[in-house]
Each structure stands twice: as structure tokens, then as C-alpha cells.
């Protein structure tokens, strides 16, 4: 038996008065699910814990089983980690966005114009600095899409108790790192951040890349800002802690991070956007293609859009992109022979937020030998009928290995 567990992120919801009060979820024609919710087993989960509004990131982490408030020391390490850093314990990392300062070192654009060009070039003399007094610690930037990039620095005493630097908005010049202790770490890591951002300028802003934006009137990308410190922590590989073999298919640099980090095998879409015009055929070709020729017997699956339309607000939309990860997704899924599927989101996103809410998201587990209850719907309210009851994300890699067969039992 093999096991996946598939997010539809941001899939749960709320009533929504232009559906009838009813939920996306509720409203979307998914013959697909339904089928699986009614020869499953079915509940509500809370992936942190009830109450609780979670990140995508905080979330996915509770679901592989660790705890996100030790795990989940900032954005930073998973950014990091996500665009392909090999981040270890006790490197301090950071995301960051390519900017512009003017002459007087005001930021007039947070993210340089939305650069499209390649700034591997930028990337490559970025790494050449060095920080006088600071020999000793490895300085490493990587670029991401875009404006984006992503920082770790690496070497004894460094510590993530320091503010940002990004001061958020234009017109005002980056702010000075400060520790907010008085641990000797915190300082150093503070003074060693405000130079290398200060050098940043320095190397950057003569930069042929950027004479040249300047020369057709587009923002330079003339600094880097590092924002969302985090000290990497020292975890358990996925496949020791679960006895596993595990692979990831996400759309998004942060989920990929994460699985990354928890020593999971990354597998690629073609066409994945993390949207809802994302290629879902390709997806589906992919999940298939490895289920049938490779020997994982755990995957982790991410589908972004339907979080993004909970973000815009879009009903339409969120019931539009369900009915088609029904139609072209879970038709196949269905199918799956020797397989233990599990379907559910990683928290609410819904329409009358804009953002994620702590509303307990819908699941079910599917595959030979489940307990099968008498819900026959996959949707918020239906669920709560069923066999799981009200599960927490930290209980489910454990519910799954148990349907697999692959723990230990605990006493005699
Ligand atoms: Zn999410
Ligand atoms: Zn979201």
C-alpha cells in the first residue's frame, strides 16, 4: 500500500451569499470527490489547532507531522530553502527582494521595477562580497523569480533575534537592523545585515545590468532588502521519522521549501503556474506517470488556485477551478489501485476574508480497506457527519501510516 495526501490549498470556505449561502465546495459539481467522499472516511481537521489561522506554511509543516512553533522559526529558511539552497541548522536566512534606492539611498521601488531579467549576473557579484571583520561567515544569495531572492548566512554566533529591514513602503530609506536582545549573537548578526545591505549598493548600483535599466528609463536593481529572518532548526528527515519514501508536487516556491527542507524529493510540473490557469493536465500526467514508475510510497501534492481566488475574493472562480481539479484531477485519482488517498485543504481562504481564516477545512481518506462512513458529499459541512470526526494536522501522517500498515506498535 502507498499513501498521498493531496491540498487543495485555501479550499475551505464559508457560506457565500451569491451561492446561495452556500460554500464554494458546496456549490462546485465534483461527481469525482463525492464518489470518494462516499467510499471514504470523512471529517473536519484543524492543521494547527482549532481556532488557530494558519500560513500555508505553518500548515503543511503541522501536516507532515512537526510542530510549526518550534519548526516555524520565520519565512526565511523555507524561502531559502524553496529556490534551492541547501540551508543547514543554525544558518540564518532570509528572503529578499531586489529594490531601488535613489542617490540618497531612499527606496523608491520596492522591487526594482518587477525586474524580468535574469539577475543571476547581479546574484554572482553579490556573492563575491565580503564583510570586513566578518571573514569568517559565509555570505550566500540565490535568485528566485522576478525581484525575488533569497539569503542565508552561514558560520558560529549568529542568532534570527533581529528586526527587518525592509521598510515596507517607498519614500523612506531601508531601515537599520537592530537585535531585539542583548545577546552578543543578536548583535552581531544586526551589524554584519546592515553592512552587507549597505554593500549591496555598492556592488549593485554600477552594475552594467542596471546602467542599462536606467538608460531605458526602468528601476535599477540597485540593493537587496532581506526580511523574514529565521534560524534554520535542526529536524527529522521525513523518511526516517515516518519510514518512508516521500515525494513533493507543488506549485509554490514555499511548500517546495518546505518539502525540501523535510528531506523530500521534489518533482516538477510542466505548465504549473500556481494559479487557476495552472496546466492541471500536466499535474494529473505527472502524479500518475510517478505512482506507476517510481517507488515512493508517500507523496505530498500542493494545488495552489483555489487559494488565490479565496484571496481575490472571486466565488465564481473558486467554484470554477474546484469543478475542474474534479473533472481533470480526481477523476484519475479515483482510479488509483494499492493507494491511500487523502484529500483536504491546509486552511480556509474564504471568500469574505480575502485571507486565511482558522475555519477547520473538510478531509477524506480514500483507498482499499478504509472504514467507509455514511457522509456522500466532499464539502465543509457534510464532512463533519463522518467517521474522522475532528481530526488536528499533526494527527494525519500518523492516521496515514496506520492505514498503510507502517507503524510500530506502541506497547506490547
Ligand atoms: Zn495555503
Ligand atoms: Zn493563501
Not at 11 to 38: F, H, Y
Not at 157 to 173: F, G, H, W, Y
Request: hydrophobic content about 35%; overall charge negative.
Amino acid at each position: 500500500m502507498r499513501s498521498m495526501i493531496i491540498i487543495i490549498d485555501g479550499l475551505g470556505d464559508r457560506p457565500v451569499k451569491e451561492l446561495g449561502n452556500k460554500t464554494p465546495l458546496q456549490k462546485a459539481n465534483t461527481p469525482n470527490l463525492d464518489k470518494m467522499a462516499e467510499n471514504g472516511i470523512n471529517g473536519i481537521m484543524d492543521s494547527i489547532a482549532p481556532g488557530i489561522r494558519p500560513g500555508s506554511d505553518t500548515a503543511h509543516i503541522a501536516i507532515l507531522g512537526y510542530d510549526p512553533y518550534t519548526v516555524y522559526t520565520g519565512r526565511g529558511p523555507f524561502e531559502a530553502s524553496g529556490v534551492g539552497l541547501d540551508i543547514k541548522a543554525g544558518d540564518v536566512a532570509f528572503r529578499c527582494n531586489f529594490s531601488t534606492v535613489d542617490d540618497n539611498y531612499i527606496v523608491t521601488d520596492r522591487r526594482a521595477g518587477r525586474i524580468k531579467e535574469d539577475t543571476t549576473p547581479l546574484i554572482n557579484e553579490l556573492n563575491k562580497m565580503k564583510i570586513e571583520g566578518y571573514e569568517d561567515i559565509e555570505i550566500i544569495f540565490k535568485e528566485s523569480t522576478g525581484h525575488r531572492a533569497a539569503l542565508i548566512l552561514r558560520g558560529e554566533n549568529l542568532s534570527d533575534e533581529i528586526t527587518d529591514a525592509d521598510p515596507k513602503v517607498v519614500e523612506k530609506a531601508p531601515k537599520t537592523v537592530h537585535s531585539t536582545t542583548n545577546s552578543p549573537n543578536a548583535e552581531k548578526t544586526a551589524d554584519l545585515l546592515n553592512k552587507i545591505i549597505k554593500e549591496s549598493y555598492t556592488i549593485l548600483r554600477n552594475h552594467p545590468i542596471n546602467l542599462n535599466r536606467i538608460k531605458n528609463n526602468e528601476a535599477p536593481a540597485n540593493i537587496i532588502i532581506p526580511r523574514g529572518v529565521g534560524l534554520v532548526p535542526e529536524i527529522e528527515e521525513l523518511n526516517k521519522k515516518y519510514e518512508i519514501k516521500s515525494a513533493c508536487i507543488a506549485e509554490t516556491g514555499l511548500i517546495i521549501g518546505i518539502a525540501r527542507f523535510a528531506g523530500m524529493d521534489i518533482i516538477g510540473v510542466e505548465g504549473s503556474t500556481g494559479s487557476v490557469d495552472t496546466n492541471l493536465d500536466n499535474f494529473i500526467d505527472t502524479i500518475i506517470d510517478n505512482v506507476k514508475n517510481t517507488d515512493y510510497d508517500f507523496f505530498l501534492i500542493n494545488i495552489k488556485g483555489a487559494d488565490e481566488s479565496g484571496h481575490d475574493g472571486n466565488a465564481k472562480e473558486k467554484v470554477e477551478f474546484i469543478e475542474k481539479i474534479d473533472e481533470v484531477v480526481f477523476s484519475k485519482i479515483s482510479q488509483l489501485q494499492d493507494m491511500i488517498t487523502v484529500v483536504t485543504a491546509d486552511h480556509s481562504t474564504p471568500i469574505t476574508v480575502k485571507d486565511h481564516s482558522a475555519d477547520p477545512v473538510p478531509i477524506l481518506v480514500y483507498g482499499k480497506g478504509v472504514r467507509v462512513d455514511d457522509v456522500k458529499r466532499f464539502n465543509e459541512i457534510d464532512a463533519v457527519k463522518g467517521g474522522l470526526l475532528r481530526i488536528k494536522g499533526s494527527d494525519l501522517m500518523n492516521i496515514l501510516m496506520d492505514l498503510i500498515d507502517n507503524t510500530h506498535k506502541f506497547g506490547a
